[in-house]
Structure formats: C-alpha cells, structure tokens
C-alpha cells in the first residue's frame, strides 16, 4: 500500500513569491493534517481537514496561506506571498480516524531566499 | 492543544548504554503517542498510551504513562546506532488536534 505522497520534495524560491505543494494522503483515510516543522523543532499543526471540510485552521496565518481538499482526497497549502520566514518542512499527514496514529509523508522542504 | 514539555532536548550515549527521555505537562493528558524521526526523514508512529499507569514494550522500547496522566517517558535498553533520531511524544488534547512535544535528540556513539 503507498503511503502518504508529497510533492514536490524540495523548492526554492525568492521572498514574495507563491508557491504550492501537494499532498495525497493514504487510500480510505478521512483525517488529512498540514503540519509545519522548523529545524530542531516538534511539527506545529496547520490546518486539519476531516474528509473536504477544514475542522481546526486556527493555527494557519490566514493572511498568506490557503489550503483546501477538494473531493476529500488530495489537498493543496497554498503560500502567497511567501517571506524568509517561511522556510521550513511543510509535513502532510492522513489518519483513519482522528484518534489514531498519523502517517506521514516525507515532507516538501521550503528555502526563501 | 496542551503544550507537552520533553527533556532532555539532547542526549548523547555510547551504544549499549541506556537512554529515557521524558514528556511532561502540567495538565492531564487524554493520551500520549509517541514518534521517531530519523535524520533527514519524517516521523514515524511508535505507539499510543491511554490508560492511567500504562506501560507497553516494543523489543528494547519501554513507554510508560504517568498514574495521574499527566507525564510519559520512552525507555531504550543498550542502545544500538540504528536507535539514533528524534524521539517526539504528541498529545491529543480536548480540541481534538494532536500537538507534539519539542522532541529529544539521541545520538549513539559507536
């Protein structure tokens, strides 16, 4: 069975730039979560989506993230524009349900110059 | 969520040395999942606790849960380099969302 798919791996960018990744979580897993994950830090939780609607955004700074989950499937986190800050691993994450264990895919890392 | 506090932040062992880190929080816990993340890579799911003074093993891995919920520890016996990584525990507290603690380094020598 594939696991959690991310993409893409690894993008730079200069400040002010959009940029997008993507994230298709395991088949049949209804809980779908962005977290963000700064060098020597624990994940920080993004958004949670159960199926296609956005339960917990609280964490998401909404003045220059999106995200969303079309269908319920695959889900996009939009950053635009994006700032030096922003640089980190941006981890996508499914569940069977929202009590179990999470599954994580291997990350998009993000480098602002 | 609650915030989970985890000590030590780094530890360095030889291998065959034992290593505990421990996550703390001054609020009761629903429950306790533990991760490992290794170097370059993305965590990985351990084991979840639940009950008041629970302890289950995985091979050399101990995970214990605190009588009064409110504190974990992860317990290796003889470490071996393939135990190196980041050890993180999560708590999913009563909003529903899972918070991780800041993690602990181990690092083993050979």
């Known amino acids: 069975e594939a696991g959690v798919v991310q993409s893409p791996r690894y993008k730079i960018i200069e400040k002010k730039q959009p940029v997008a990744f993507w994230c298709n979580p395991i088949?049949?897993?209804?809980?779908l979560y962005w977290y963000l994950q700064n060098l020597g830090q624990g994940p920080e939780l993004l958004i949670r989506?159960?199926?296609?609607?956005?339960?917990?955004d609280s964490q998401l700074p909404k003045d220059r993230f999106s995200a969303e989950r079309l269908k319920g499937v695959d889900s996009t986190l939009k950053i635009q524009p994006a700032e030096l800050g922003d640089s980190a691993v941006y981890l996508c994450?499914?569940?069977?349900?929202?009590?179990?264990?999470?599954?994580f895919g291997e990350g998009s890392r993000l480098t602002v110059l | 969520g609650q915030q989970v506090m985890q000590i030590p932040q780094y530890q360095h062992v030889q291998e065959g040395e034992d290593f505990t880190t421990y996550c703390n929080s001054s609020?009761?816990?629903?429950?306790i999942q533990w991760y490992k993340q290794r170097p370059g890579g993305h965590p990985v799911f351990l084991i979840q606790?639940?009950?008041?003074?629970e302890v289950k093993k995985q091979k050399r891995l101990t995970f214990q849960f605190g009588e009064a919920k409110k504190n974990s520890s992860l317990h290796i016996t003889a470490t071996q380099t393939t135990d190196v990584g980041t050890y993180f525990c999560?708590?999913?507290?009563?909003?529903?969302?899972?918070?991780f603690g800041s993690g602990t380094q181990l690092t083993v020598l050979p």
């Open positions: 994450a499914s569940s069977l349900r929202f009590s179990g264990e999470l599954f």
């Open positions: 088949s049949g897993h209804n809980t």
């Open positions: 989506y159960e199926n296609e609607e956005a339960v917990d």
């Open positions: 609020t009761t816990l629903s429950n």
């Open positions: 606790l639940v009950k008041s003074g």
């Open positions: 999560a708590n999913r507290g009563s909003a529903r969302q899972l918070t």
